[in-house]
């Protein structure tokens, strides 16, 4: 008998103003929120919320520009929109069922034509309307995007948002637990980012150096242009791994930043000024202490 393996992944979340995607996030996450930040935001691409269960860990995001009016839309602020939605698992289309299309949904419709990541849409708002209404509204849209699942639901009052976990947990890959179940924190941010530089530096330095590769993001904030500095630590356990993940003339370090800062870059949807350091902790990985500030699960 095989074990199913865990499943994880990003879930974009789209919808013109006042479709209920607050609601919707809040009625996910329910008491147990792991991560709402209402600090000012470092980055425009926020991650709303993490839904986690025996099987399956969900990081919600939301998707920068995307309620913008196409005119005050920049070129760059619409690459990091489809950046975003290329890059994540699913894409939760939500529409409020009570209202008729409008221009802010036609407006979504176009952003998400030519996108390949699969598309489901969540006609909210069910608990207002007759269900004869609701079959109207699936005809009206079904056609305009090929969408994966069409579900239709009621945020506010809980009405199949169950179903709706399910079937989007059927799009996620196997994959870790990016949080730890009960983390409460204002960085979200940190912990991703410091996956996305060790997964370069796994990705770039040689088979003996994986398993013994933490990174620590340190800081990260947002100066007055916009631009994104984040300091982040590698820890290795040796002072070998050190000499590989720097390399000749620090060669190998710069290759990882360029990597991780393009992908980072891309999940804030700002510019992004990267500093990395490298450190020996010996033996970190027994230090449950130190991998807990890292954010592993122990
Ligand atoms: P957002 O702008 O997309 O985040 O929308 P909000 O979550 O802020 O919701 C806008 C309004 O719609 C609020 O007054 C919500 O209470 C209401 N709303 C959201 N979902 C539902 C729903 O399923 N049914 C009803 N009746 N109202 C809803
Ligand atoms: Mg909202
Ligand atoms: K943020």
């Known amino acids: 008998m095989t074990e199913n393996e865990f499943k994880s992944g990003f879930v974009s979340i789209i919808g013109r103003p006042n479709v209920g ?6 009625k996910v996450l329910g008491q147990k929120i792991a991560i709402m930040s209402d600090k000012p935001q470092t980055t425009r691409n926020k991650i709303q919320g993490v839904h986690t269960t025996e099987t399956s860990q969900m990081i919600f995001i939301d998707t920068p520009g995307i309620h913008k009016p196409k005119h005050q839309l920049g ?33 979504i419709i176009e952003m998400l034509r030519n996108t390949s990541t699969p598309i489901i849409l969540v006609l909210n708002k069910i608990d207002l309307v007759h269900p004869d209404k609701l079959i109207q509204q699936i005809e009206v849209y079904k056609d305009k995007l090929p969408f994966s699942d069409i579900v239709p639901i009621s945020a506010l009052q809980g009405n199949n948002v169950d179903k709706l976990l399910e079937v989007l947990e059927t799009y996620l890959p196997e994959g870790p637990m990016y949080y730890p179940e009960d983390r409460i924190t204002d960085h979200p941010e940190h912990f ?56 000749k003339q620090g060669k190998m370090l710069k290759e990882i930043g360029q990597l991780a800062r393009m992908d980072i870059q891309n999940l804030l949807g700002s510019q992004v000024y990267l500093e990395l350091w490298v450190k020996v902790q010996k033996d970190w990985r027994n230090k449950s202490q130190f991998i807990r500030s890292l954010g592993y699960r122990d």
């Open 21 to 26: 995607k607050s609601t919707f996030m809040n």
């Open 192 to 247: 991703i980012v410091s996956e996305l530089i060790r997964e370069k530096a796994l990705h770039l330095t040689s088979q003996e150096i994986p398993h013994a590769i933490g990174v620590e993001v340190e800081r990260m904030k947002e100066n007055d242009q916009g631009v994104v500095h984040v300091q982040a630590t590698i820890y290795v356990e040796r002072d070998s791994q050190k000499g590989m993940v720097i390399g």
């Open 75 to 107: 070129e760059h602020m619409m690459k990091v929109a489809r950046n975003t939605l290329r890059e994540t698992e699913a894409i939760l289309f939500l529409i409020n069922v009570s209202e008729e299309i409008g221009r802010g949904d036609e407006y």
